[in-house]
């Protein structure tokens, strides 16, 4: 049963909400201030945050900004419908999806549950393959771990299993929507520029000086093309 944390500032909407949310199955928790959400998102283990964007004192970026210091666990950001400068800019800041508001909420509880179904998957995979490695890159799927020229990377579970993905299958072209299915749990719309905006985090976490391991090919997707004797 899947534990998720709600941090809104409306407080109808937070009941309606969660009260939706028990219904379908989940263990709720609110917080109608940012800095008491940021608290207790630091404090208790949630498998998936909700964090509205537009608060007063402290806005939803600000505490994604500082939950990212510490603390990598699944966040979807509740954004203004339709302001694209919101999705991108919590997108660069390490949130794992985003929904607009108003939402519809089987939308919202499909895009939970696919973030939920990725992290047990990947607990499951990861008894059957323990490491992968493409030159200097070496992921272990035991520990969630990333070394890079035997250095961590930080990666947030999105950026995590984008990079699984495509070191499954160095030197193959993935495309945008196949990351989306596979990672996000649903189909790009139009426009999305969601899985853009992740290859782009990951692609900065793991930059070498003489060269960039995940190429785009326009129009299509991405490949891996770290050379093995790098």
Do not use: W
């Given at each position: 049963?899947?534990?998720?944390?709600?941090?809104?500032?409306?407080?109808?909407?937070?009941?309606?909400?969660?009260?939706?949310?028990?219904?379908?199955?989940?263990?709720?928790?609110?917080?109608?201030?940012?800095?008491?959400?940021?608290?207790?998102?630091?404090?208790?283990?949630?498998?998936?945050?909700?964090?509205?964007?537009?608060?007063?004192?402290?806005?939803?970026?600000?505490?994604?900004?500082?939950?990212?210091?510490?603390?990598?666990?699944?966040?979807?950001?509740?954004?203004?419908?339709?302001?694209?400068?919101?999705?991108?800019?919590?997108?660069?800041?390490?949130?794992?999806?985003?929904?607009?508001?108003?939402?519809?909420?089987?939308?919202?509880?499909?895009?939970?549950?696919?973030?939920?179904?990725?992290?047990?998957?990947?607990?499951?995979?990861?008894?059957?393959e323990s490491k992968l490695a493409v030159g200097v890159l070496t992921m272990d799927l035991m520990s969630r771990t990333v070394l890079l020229d035997q250095k961590p990377v930080v990666l947030t579970g999105t950026e995590f299993e984008i990079l699984h993905l495509l070191l499954e299958q160095p030197g193959t072209v993935i495309s945008k929507q196949d990351i989306s299915v596979k990672v996000l749990g649903r189909r790009l719309a139009p426009f999305d520029r969601s899985i853009d905006m992740h290859v782009s985090n990951v692609r900065k976490k793991i930059q070498l000086s003489d060269q960039n391991p995940i190429q785009t090919v326009r129009g299509v997707g991405y490949v891996l093309t770290l050379d093995s004797h790098a």
């Open positions: 049963m899947a534990k998720l944390l709600l941090i809104d500032d409306d407080i109808e909407l937070t009941e309606l909400l969660s009260e939706y949310l028990i219904k379908q199955g989940f263990v709720v928790e609110v917080c109608n201030s940012s800095k008491e959400g940021l608290k207790h998102a630091k404090t208790n283990p949630f498998d998936v945050i909700l964090l509205d964007v537009m608060m007063p004192l402290m806005d939803g970026f600000d505490v994604l900004k500082a939950l990212r210091t510490t603390h990598l666990t699944p966040v979807i950001m509740l954004t203004a419908k339709g302001d694209d400068f919101d999705r991108i800019f919590g997108l660069e800041l390490g949130a794992d999806d985003y929904i607009p508001k108003p939402f519809n909420h089987r939308e919202l509880i499909a895009r939970v549950k696919a973030i939920t179904r990725r992290v047990e998957f990947c607990q499951k995979s990861a008894t059957n």
